[in-house]
């Protein structure tokens, strides 16, 4: 992965999104899947030792995986729309984001499977107009 000052042209910013939350990292265009797993495990065991909030309702919380392979991802069904959903991205450990159709400030789902059984769910909010009109109101 990138760190703050060490920023290429060539790497990638994704915005890796569960329920309500977004975790924003520069990724090298270069790494490997098993690699941005490794990664995106690391900065969620810092931010939620306790497991990631899931804001559906009713809120649950999450917990994370044991192993950085236990991490899903998948990809806007249509770009301009979200509300259409996910499509789960179909990976190896060792292929790259470019390999795949990653671009620079892409939206990506992440779902954690505790096991081969489980299948993925790719649950992300995205706030909507009427949520914005309650909270201009005070409510």
């Known amino acids: 992965m990138v760190r703050g000052n060490k920023v290429r042209d060539i790497d990638l910013s994704i915005r890796f999104k569960h329920g309500n939350q977004t975790i924003f990292l520069f990724v090298d265009a270069m790494a490997t899947f098993g690699q941005i797993q490794v990664e995106l495990l690391g900065i969620l065991e810092e931010r939620y030792p306790d497991g990631i909030l899931t804001s559906t309702i009713p809120p649950r919380r999450t917990n994370l995986p044991t192993d950085a392979s236990q991490i899903k991802f998948a990809v806007l069904k249509n770009k301009v729309d979200p509300t259409e959903g996910w499509d789960p991205l179909d990976f190896e450990l060792d292929d790259h984001p ?37 909270e201009d109101a005070g409510e």
Not at 99 to 107: A, I
Not at 112 to 131: K, L, Q, R
Request: aromatic letters at 14%; glycine letters at 2%; a negative charge.
């Open 98 to 134: 470019v390999d795949k159709g990653f671009e620079d400030n892409m939206m990506v789902a992440f779902a954690i499977v505790m096991d081969d059984t489980d299948d993925a769910h790719f649950e992300v909010e995205f706030p909507s107009y009427e949520e914005d009109e309650l």
